[in-house]
């Protein structure tokens, strides 16, 4: 007789056991986990291209060095020894602004002026990152612009700097290039003239340059254009009540070399104004430039309900031809039927005539 099969429990319990038995993570290991994983914002966030940064901001310094420079140059050397007027000064003017932006938009887009860089920040065509470093550079390229010429200034002790520096710094009222002209018939370029002027010519210099920018902060091919014929016609205007300052760059960088060389006007008395008056043209260009865009968009949105309109009327014109041609189609159908049944019936009496 056969023993009976019977399971091993001990083996049973074992397999049990092991299939039940769950092993659960470790706090450590999951913290662990936690730790090492990078949250999802953190892995969605653009990556900041620091070498792409540093060279748009070096093209920066280097364009605003080289328009200072140029700048500076002709208020003091031109001035002094050519009799510069304010034809000289705009033509200046808008060849360096001009050569500048061909050179190196094409990098950094060209701004030069912290006045614009503040309008293409307002308006997203860059970065606040990105806009801080330009600041920084065109700050620094006409700050070595401006040691650069004073230093090489030729000065003794019949004509000192106070001669060279007189029309290549940025004033008004007896700080104006137009002063010694002025005072004679005993009146001035105050300080509301100078605001007004300053402020009129920024909104030109920053609307031509933001006009061709493109959304992504890239030059059209009318920028070196639209840049050279705004600052040269601005410098023809402002230059004879203020030096033409127009850039807070441009007005920095000579006048802290300026300071204390026995100017009527210490520089740096008036500086605020040729900081505050650019500063306010961008923000108002950019504020313009967003509220034409908010309206373009409002005027989209309208637009969409009327097309829905139109739609849903070609639809039921359609809907409506189909039903005019299904009744016709039917009409001619029982025409066509009721046509039938006169021919049978004429038949009928035929066939009983013949029988």
Not at 70 to 88: E, M, R, W
Request: aromatic share 6%; with cysteine; proline share 5%.
């Amino acid at each position: 007789m056969s023993e009976p099969n019977i399971p091993d429990r001990t083996t049973n319990e074992a397999t049990t056991e092991e299939s039940t038995a769950v092993t659960p993570e470790s706090p450590a290991s999951a913290a662990a986990e936690e730790t090492t994983a990078e949250p999802a914002d953190a892995k969605n966030a653009p990556k900041v291209d620091g070498a792409a940064m540093a060279r748009r901001a070096l093209a920066e310094f280097a364009g605003s060095f080289f328009v200072c420079f140029a700048l500076f140059a002709a208020g003091t050397y031109g001035t002094v020894l050519y009799g510069a007027n304010v034809v000289f000064v705009a033509v200046i003017a808008a060849l360096a602004y001009g050569a500048a932006a061909a050179t190196f938009s094409r990098i950094s887009g060209g701004h030069f002026n912290p006045a614009v860089t503040l309008a293409a920040a307002l308006t997203s065509r860059i970065g606040w990152l990105d806009a801080l470093a330009y600041v920084v550079a065109q700050l620094l390229g006409g700050i070595v612009a401006g040691a650069l010429t004073v230093a090489v200034l030729p000065t003794s002790g019949t004509v000192g700097a106070k001669v060279w520096l007189a029309s290549a710094v940025n004033g008004f009222g007896e700080g104006s290039p137009s002063n010694s002209m002025l005072s004679q018939a005993g009146i001035s370029f105050n300080m509301t003239m100078a605001i007004v002027v300053e402020v009129a010519m920024g909104l030109l210099v920053v609307a031509a340059a933001m006009n061709t920018l493109r959304e992504d902060g890239s030059p059209t091919d009318a920028h070196t254009v639209a840049t050279a014929v705004s600052y040269g016609v601005a410098s023809a205007v402002a230059f004879p009540i203020t030096g033409a300052g127009l850039n807070p760059v441009r007005s920095t960088g000579i006048a802290l070399f300026a300071q204390g060389k026995g100017l009527t006007v210490e520089p740096l008395q008036q500086l605020w104004v040729f900081w505050v008056c650019p500063l306010l043209a961008g923000a108002v260009v950019a504020l313009v430039m967003l509220l034409v865009d908010t309206m373009r968009q409002k005027a989209e949105v309208a637009v969409l309900p009327t097309e829905a309109e139109s739609t849903e009327s070609y639809a039921a014109a359609d809907s409506e031809n189909a039903g005019d041609a299904t009744e016709t189609a039917s009409e001619t159908e029982g025409d066509a039927t009721v046509a039938d049944e006169g021919s049978h019936g004429s038949e009928a009496p035929a066939k009983a005539e013949e029988r």
